[in-house]
Nanobody
Framework: QVQLVESGGGLVRAGGSLRLSCAAS????????MGWYRQAPGKQRELVAY???????NYADSVKGRFTISGDNAKNTVYLQMNSLKPEDTAVYYC??????????????WGQGTQVTVSS
């Protein structure tokens, strides 16, 4: 079993910054991709950013230039630095990991979510 534990959410004013962390633990062979999704009230969950084990990154257009995703493969940890936050960034942020459990089996895992609230 694999667990993802997130931290770093909170309340911040527009223009402020927050840093989210997500640490994976358990029966991990390799983590191929880690990323962040978010879900605002009444909306579908959407991709924010992801990073591969090789360091390639991808961002949603709405956060490009403001958010930065990074990872520490040795610690199975991913970070999301969020700058210039806007009220529309308010959502529950979920960590996601695509984990190879062995040479042939991969599974997706989700964290419990952390609330980010940006006041205007």
């Amino acid at each position: 079993q694999v667990q993802l534990v997130e931290s770093g959410g909170g309340l911040v004013r527009a223009g402020g910054s927050l840093r989210l962390s997500c640490a994976a633990s358990g029966s991990i062979f390799v983590i191929d991709v880690m990323g962040w999704y978010r879900q605002a009230p009444g909306k579908q969950r959407e991709l924010v950013a992801y990073i591969t084990s090789g360091g390639s990154t991808n961002y949603a257009d709405s956060v490009k230039g403001r958010f930065t995703i990074s990872g520490d493969n040795a610690k199975n940890t991913v970070y999301l630095q969020m700058n210039s936050l806007k009220p529309e960034d308010t959502a529950v942020y979920y960590c996601n990991a695509n984990v190879r459990l062995n040479l042939i089996l991969s599974r997706d895992y989700w964290g419990q979510g952390t609330q980010v609230t940006v006041s205007s």
